[in-house]
C-alpha cells in the first residue's frame, strides 16, 4: 500500500527529469504530427499560453523602461546628493532655524561634504519693459554653489556671486531669458528687471536645464536668481527651510547623513535636521520598481496557470480520444514510460509554440506600449528567455497528470475502447 | 515454445468472483497454427490476452520461451511482448495519422531502432504481405483487406516467436479473409512463428492444424489435422 503510493512521486519526478532529455526528434517529429492533426484545438489551447506569457513580458518590460524613466531624473542629478530640510523647532517662543553662514561652515567643517547650498524663495512678479514677464518666474536668492551642485550652464555671462554681497544683479533662466527677448530685448544681458520697485541688472543667461525635484523643486529655466544677501535685504522674516549638499567622493551617504546631523547638532543646539540621500531614495525607488515588476509578473502568471490548465485539458481529451493508440502502443511493446514520455513531449512542444508566440507578441505589445508613450523602447530578455523556460515547464507540469493517466491505462482496456 | 499449465483466471464483479478459466493447460509449438473457437463471453479472448502478456492470469504457470512470466515486472513485460509476440486485431488497430510503412515499423520504435533501420525493415515487412507499393498511404486511403495486411506486418515486423491474432478475418469478406489465412499459413510453414487465431469462422478453423475450443473454462484440443498450406 505505501509503496503504491509512494510510487506516484517518483514517476512525477522521473518524467519530469526525462522530459527534458526525451525531447528526442521522433518523438518531437511524432507531437508535432498529432498537433496539427487537431490543429484548431491546438491553437484554442494556446491561447491561454500565448496571452499569459506575452503578458508577463509586455508588462515586464514596460515596467522596466518606467522604472528606468523614474530613475533617471534622480540619476541625472548624481547619486551624491544630500537633501536636508529643517524641522520647524520652537524652544521658548523663538523658531529656531539656520543661516547663511551655517551652510558655509559645513563645507569647511564636515569633511564628509564638499559643496553645500541654501536659498531663499523671494516671491514677487518680476516685470520687464513695465510688463509682468509671463509664466510668472520664481525669484531665489542664491549662490554659486547652489548653481555648481545642480550642474547649471551659463549660456553667457556669470551666476550670481557671494561676492555680490546686496549688489542688484540677477541671473535670468533659459525660459525667462527668452521671454524678455520676446518683449523686444537685444542682448538680454545687461537689461534690468524690475522687482519690488527696485531693478535689477541681468549678469547673466543660463542654458536650458532639467527640472531638479530631489530635496529642491527648482524650475532653473522658469527662475530668476539673485544674490543672496541681496534676496536677504528684500525678504527679511524668510526662513531658510532647505539645503542641497554634495557628498565627498567616496563618502557612504548614511555616513555623510550621520555628519550633517551632528554638525547641525552642535552649531544650533535643539534644531532638528531632516537628511535624505539620493542614493537611498533611488534605492527604495528601484526596490518599489521591482516589486511593482514582480506584481506584474505574478499577475502574468495566473494567465499562465489558467493557460496550462487549458493545455491540461487539451491533453485529457487526446489521452481519452487515444485510448486505442495508447493501448496498441503498449501491445507492441512500448513500456509505460514511452507512453508519458510521448505525451509529455506533446504538451511541452505544444507550450513552446505557445512560448514563442507569446514571447514575439509581448515584444510586439511592449513596442506598441513605448511608442504609444514615446519612452524608448526595450524589451527584457531576461523575461524572453524566462518566458520560453517557463511556458516548457508549464508543459511538463500540466502535460504529467494527462501523461501519467495515459501511461497507467490497462492496454486491454484502451485496446477494447 | 508457449506453456500454460493450470491457468486461472477470475473476476471480481462486485460481490460475485466469476471464474473464466478454470485450470487451462496448452502448449503451443512454433510451426503452430492453432485456432480457439468457442461462444461469446467463453474466455477465449482472456486467454489470448493471457498468452499475450496483456493480462496476467489469477494462478497457474506460463512460460514463453522458456521464461516464467509472472515475475516480470510491467517494464519486463512490455519488452517480451515487443521482442516474442505479434499481435492482429478484428479491427487492425492501426494509428490513423502514420502511413502503411509507419505502422509496420512501430514495434522497432520501442527497440530504440535507428529511423533509417526502422524504414528499410517496414519496407521489407510490407513487401512479405504484399504492400510494398503502399508504403506511403495512411489507414483511410486503404481497404481493410490491406489494412489487415499492413497490421500483419507490424505483426511480424520484430520477428516474433507468435502471431496472436483475434479475429483476423472478421471485418474482411470471406476472399480477402482467405488471403489472410494464406498469409498465415505461409509464416508457419515457411517463417516457423507460431499463429493463434481465435475466431468464431469455421472456415479460419478448418484452415488451421490445430483447432482448439474453450468451454466452461477449459481449453479441449480436437486431434490434430494434418493439413498443408496449400489445402483448403
Not at chain 1, 484554442?44 to 506575452?54: S, T
Not at chain 1, 523602461?65 to 530613475?71: F, R
Not at chain 1, 543646539?269 to 534605492?283: F, H, K, N, S
Not at chain 2, 517496414?122 to 504484399?130: F, I, K, N, Q, T
Request: net charge positive.
Amino acid at each position: 500500500m505505501s509503496t503504491k503510493r509512494g510510487a506516484y512521486p517518483r514517476h512525477l519526478i522521473r518524467a519530469s527529469g526525462a522530459a527534458v532529455t526525451v525531447l528526442s526528434r521522433t518523438n518531437v517529429k511524432e507531437a508535432l504530427a498529432s498537433l496539427a492533426s487537431i490543429r484548431g484545438r491546438s491553437i484554442l489551447a494556446l491561447v491561454g499560453i500565448v496571452v499569459g506569457i506575452g503578458s508577463v513580458i509586455a508588462m515586464v518590460s514596460t515596467g522596466e523602461v518606467v522604472k528606468g524613466e523614474a530613475l533617471k531624473q534622480f540619476e541625472g542629478l548624481g547619486t551624491d546628493i544630500l537633501a536636508i530640510r529643517r524641522v520647524h523647532t520652537r524652544v521658548r517662543g523663538r523658531t529656531l532655524n539656520f543661516s547663511a553662514a551655517d551652510v558655509r561652515d559645513l563645507v569647511l567643517e564636515t569633511p564628509e561634504i564638499v559643496a553645500a547650498a541654501t536659498w531663499l524663495d523671494v516671491g514677487g512678479d518680476p516685470m520687464y519693459a513695465g510688463k509682468a514677464i509671463p509664466n510668472q518666474p520664481i525669484v531665489l536668492g542664491a549662490t554659486e554653489s547652489l548653481a555648481g551642485i545642480n550642474g547649471l550652464e551659463l549660456a553667457a555671462g556669470r551666476f550670481v556671486s557671494h561676492l555680490d554681497l546686496h549688489q542688484r544683479f540677477c541671473v535670468l533662466g533659459d525660459g525667462v531669458a527668452r521671454a524678455i527677448s520676446r518683449a523686444g530685448a537685444g542682448t538680454v544681458l545687461g537689461e534690468n528687471i524690475r522687482l519690488n520697485g527696485r531693478l535689477y541688472s541681468v549678469v547673466g543667461v543660463l542654458r536650458p536645464a532639467e527640472t531638479r525635484r530631489f530635496g529642491q523643486d527648482l524650475r532653473p529655466d522658469d527662475t530668476v536668481f539673485i544674490p543672496l544677501e541681496a534676496a536677504r535685504r528684500v525678504a527679511t522674516d524668510t526662513p531658510f527651510r532647505r539645503i542641497v549638499a554634495r557628498i565627498a567622493p567616496g563618502v557612504l551617504p548614511e555616513a555623510a547623513t550621520e555628519a550633517v546631523v551632528s554638525y547641525f547638532h552642535h552649531r544650533v543646539p535643539g534644531l532638528r535636521m531632516e537628511v535624505t540621500a539620493a542614493q537611498q531614495l533611488i534605492d527604495r525607488m528601484r526596490n518599489q520598481g521591482q516589486l511593482f515588476t514582480l506584481l506584474l509578473a505574478a499577475v502574468g502568471s495566473i494567465s499562465l496557470i489558467v493557460g496550462g490548465v487549458g493545455v491540461m485539458n487539451l491533453m485529457l481529451i487526446s489521452v481519452s480520444e487515444r485510448r486505442a493508440e495508447i493501448g496498441l502502443r503498449r501491445a507492441v511493446g512500448a513500456r509505460r514510460r514511452d507512453i508519458r514520455q510521448q505525451f509529455v513531449t506533446e504538451s511541452v512542444v505544444l507550450c513552446l509554440l505557445g512560448g514563442a508566440l507569446g514571447v514575439l507578441a509581448g515584444a510586439a505589445a511592449s513596442l506598441g506600449i513605448c511608442l504609444f508613450a514615446g519612452w524608448p523602447f526595450s524589451v527584457s530578455v531576461t523575461a524572453m528567455v524566462m518566458g520560453v523556460g517557463v511556458s516548457s515547464g508549464i508543459g511538463v507540469a500540466f502535460g504529467l497528470y494527462p501523461a501519467h493517466k495515459a501511461s497507467r491505462l490497462e492496454p486491454i482496456a484502451a485496446l477494447r475502447s | 515454445m508457449i506453456r500454460l499449465e493450470d491457468i486461472r483466471k477470475s473476476y471480481r464483479v462486485g460481490p460475485v468472483t466469476v471464474e473464466v478459466l478454470n485450470g487451462v493447460s496448452l502448449d503451443v509449438h512454433e510451426g503452430d497454427l492453432l485456432s480457439i473457437m468457442g461462444p461469446s463471453g467463453c474466455g477465449k479472448s482472456t486467454l489470448m490476452n493471457i498468452i499475450g502478456l496483456l493480462d496476467r492470469p489469477t494462478s497457474g504457470a506460463y512460460f514463453l520461451n522458456g521464461r516464467e512470466a509472472s515475475g516480470m515486472n510491467d517494464d519486463e513485460v512490455s519488452a517480451v511482448r515487443n521482442a516474442s509476440i505479434g499481435f492482429v486485431f478484428q479491427s487492425f488497430h492501426l494509428l490513423p495519422r502514420l502511413t502503411a510503412a509507419q505502422n509496420a515499423g512501430l514495434p522497432l520504435i520501442y527497440r530504440r531502432e535507428p529511423e533509417g533501420r526502422v524504414r528499410r525493415l517496414a519496407l521489407e515487412a510490407l513487401d512479405r504481405v504484399g504492400m510494398a507499393d503502399r508504403a506511403g498511404h495512411r489507414p483511410n486511403q486503404l481497404s481493410g483487406g490491406q489494412q489487415q495486411r499492413v497490421a500483419v506486418a507490424r505483426a511480424i515486423i520484430g520477428e516474433p516467436s507468435v502471431v496472436l491474432a483475434d479475429e483476423p478475418t472478421g471485418a474482411l469478406d470471406p476472399d480477402t479473409g482467405a488471403e489472410i489465412m494464406d498469409m498465415f499459413e505461409r509464416l508457419c510453414s515457411e517463417q516457423r512463428m507460431a499463429v493463434v487465431i481465435v475466431t468464431h469462422s469455421p472456415e479460419v478453423s478448418e484452415r488451421c492444424r490445430r483447432r482448439a475450443r474453450v468451454e466452461d473454462g477449459l481449453v479441449h484440443e480436437e486431434g490434430r489435422v494434418p493439413t498443408t498450406p496449400d489445402q483448403g
